[in-house]
């Protein structure tokens, strides 16, 4: 046996797991073809954190007259942003490796497959092992619009990341939190931006009413919503509107983030007898597969798209691989409605569980209240009353347990753990009273929410 | 019966008391001779927060040439940032006089005194009611030190608000949160600032060895720890150092902010017969004094001299009176634990529950780890790998149920209501470990510390 465990994949689903695995004394590979970290380390969520960052501070230069701080002449230097990007990430992934080297984890830099229970291809060898994660992550959907292929005009997430210089113009065809994201960044540094999206409101996992507040609050970007791309022609989008009618947009870049599948293919699965599901590997709330010993976490599952729902996954397989008795004593088991998600605009917003509508599809009578984050005292001070900002919680009705809160306004990324903590230990609205939030805080608005809601 | 209710003191414990109350029905009267919203809104937490935000902005448009930012001609406004903290001081005072007149609540703008259990003199007046609650808040503390009373260089908090240049040389003595607060802020915009602290370390209920950190991390400001002031001087400050020696530092202004103390006097405590004890006026964990219907909530009680916590001691007041049995079912106490704290300053630092020093002293085998914030992706993106940062985690080695978590680094203050969450809760590392973090995030850091400590 060449390992206990062999991981494919090195995002944050699987260097965690291996990690973990290795704190336990575990033997374990993993394989990576690309760089460690994944696609949130390498070209998703850290460096678009790090240019948001400049696009704030950048912002911030501009804006803080009124708080009694007078700049001339503020300009962004594009350039210094992709480097101090660039360097974060480099650092970051010297991190992911220092951290498996501490574990003695063999990380090979080499192309993965499985082959079944036990066996892994990696680069020309094959290695056996007594248990596989999968965590070969998603790819971007390149959906099949004329014009969209080979156009050096359109770029993924990734091209983006990579441009030289800041677009006048940009064209984000689709209004999840990866168009949202972008859409803010490049906005608030003073590019022309619209937004095209299908549905009838961005990022889909957001209740509804804050998903629209959010929009307005995003200044700089102009959303087209229920309108569906048809063309793109060289430099110019063609879309259809609501009401069926065409319009253009010229751009000088397209982005094309319409969202992420799960990288399902070029590693086995299929000759391996993996089977898949509606959103990608087939798993169990244990992150098992169909197949003996083959675990699959992250992306590459469909569960979440999200890192830190990777990061839950890889540990969770990690736990059951460990002790699994314990694990399942533990209830170690992945609780999706307790994964919280962020959007890192300008202004932020993150929630955790279910909106309005998805509670009351589950046949529970929801109770909410929406409360505006001018009830903050920090919040005040930091932006004056005309700032768009708010929470909404959502509970049951009958037994007043949470099961959802949503907020739009700064900080809010780094408040909401406290909700999924809510979530996960199934407190009530009234318990939730009980919480003593630090004065002034813009999180206190989820407490406010707590007792503004219907007694 | 003149009221259900009459209030002494308008601050956050007061104004809580009376709004809850209000909604439940009762006929409530707030008593306060100043302005409505405390020492906390008018010239306290508010206040400050403003001034640190534009401190805040100052720094970062002179900092922020590494994250592709550049601006030329960076000045401090001080006058325009007085003006904006006025401007968040009225607003958030007229959002509290409005929510007391939403529930009917009559504000008697009058010096009130507590005559004994359901009699109030308010004014001129007499009042009957069937319940009295105290919230009369807390006076500065100005010690005894030669020189100090009648010098026009000394000034309290509320003085130093309220200055009308910037000072070029800045003594503070003490090194609590208020010292510290006030010494971040003009360090910031450029001030020369000393702070004399007696203890060995500043910010007593933080961790010692997070307390080191956030001195060391604080930009422009000099720490004189183990030092005593023995006599100011016009404007000289004389000091002895732990060895003995006398010091001296010249001023523009001196701070005296070496603490609060309950407002006990000069409202009938004594005549009425309320017991006081050593903290002030004694309450139990229902907030109730010695006498019938006599409650007492916030700094008055020296529980805590936290504006959040006098909410919450409003709060529980409210219940037991609203409806004693449900209070007491539903456990409307004050958990003293379970009172978050936060610091201001740049960079932010925040905290709940004991030290690993308390956690030792109440004879229980405390297990802790600290880590890095560099850990955290965000952190790393936003402030690179050299600032200062950190999460300590103490638990109880064999029950392993989390008894305090402390954080230095940018958004403690809005992260911690979680952890406060899970000291409510009594989580266990383990079941913290379980909670779903966003990455990525400063918060990250809790979760990385719940996954360093030992198993």
Chains 1, 2 share one sequence.
Not at 9 to 23: K, N, V
Not at 252 to 273: C, F, I, S
Request: aromatic letters at 4%; hydrophobic letters at 45%.
């Amino acid at each position: 046996m060449d390992y206990d465990v062999i991981i494919i994949g090195g995002g944050p689903g699987g260097y965690i797991a291996a990690e973990r695995l290795a704190h336990a004394g575990k033997k374990v590979c993993v394989a990576e073809q690309d760089t460690v970290g994944g696609t949130c380390l390498n070209v998703g969520c850290i460096p678009t954190k790090s240019l948001l960052n400049s696009a704030k501070l950048y912002r911030h230069a501009l804006e803080s007259e009124k708080f009694g701080v007078s700049v001339q002449g503020v300009s962004a230097n594009w350039e210094t942003m992709q480097a101090w990007k660039a360097q974060t990430v480099t650092t970051l992934v010297g991190g992911v490796l220092q951290l498996l080297k501490r574990g003695k984890v063999d990380v090979r830099n080499a192309h993965a497959s499985l082959v079944g229970p036990g066996k892994v291809r990696v680069g020309d060898e094959e290695l056996s092992c007594e248990h596989v994660i999968v965590a070969t992550g998603s790819v971007p959907v390149m959906p099949p619009i004329p014009g969209a292929q080979d156009n050096p005009a359109v770029v993924d997430s990734t091209g983006l990341l990579e441009i030289s210089e800041l677009p006048k113009r940009l064209v984000i065809i689709g209004g999840g939190v990866i168009g949202v994201e972008f859409a803010s960044i490049f906005g608030a540094l003073g590019t022309e931006v619209h937004v095209i999206e299908m549905l009838p409101e961005i990022v889909p996992f957001m209740d509804d009413e804050l998903g629209s507040l959010l929009r307005s609050a995003i200044p700089g970007v102009t959303f087209h919503l229920g309108c569906q791309v048809t063309e793109i022609k060289g430099s110019t989008v063609v879309f259809s509107d609501p009401e069926g009618k065409t319009n253009t947009l010229e751009a000088d870049v397209v982005l094309m983030a319409v969202g992420r599948k799960p990288a399902t293919e070029g590693w086995g699965a299929n000759e391996a007898g993996l089977e898949l599901d509606r959103r990608g590997v087939r798993v169990d709330d244990t992150m098992r597969t169909n197949l003996p010993n083959v675990w699959a976490v992250g992306d590459v599952t469909g569960r979440s798209l999200l890192a830190h729902a990777a990061y839950r996954m890889g540990e969770i397989a990690a736990a059951h691989i460990i002790d699994g008795a314990k694990a399942k004593a533990d209830g170690q088991v992945l609780r999706e409605e307790c994964i919280p998600w962020a959007v890192y605009s300008l202004p932020e917003a993150a929630g955790v569980g279910l909106t309005e509508a998805q509670l009351a599809d589950q046949g529970i009578e929801p109770v909410t209240v929406t409360v505006p984050l001018v009830l903050s005292g920090r919040f005040v001070a930091e932006n004056g009353v005309k700032e768009p900002g708010a929470v909404k919680l959502i509970a049951e009705a009958k037994s007043r347990v949470i099961r959802g809160i949503h907020m739009v306004g700064n900080y809010a990324p780094e408040t909401i753990w406290g909700a999924a903590a809510t979530l996960e230990q199934e407190l009530s609205i009234d318990d939730l009273r009980q919480v003593i939030f630090p004065h002034p805080t813009v999180s206190e608005g989820i407490r406010e929410a707590a007792w503004a809601i219907a007694d």
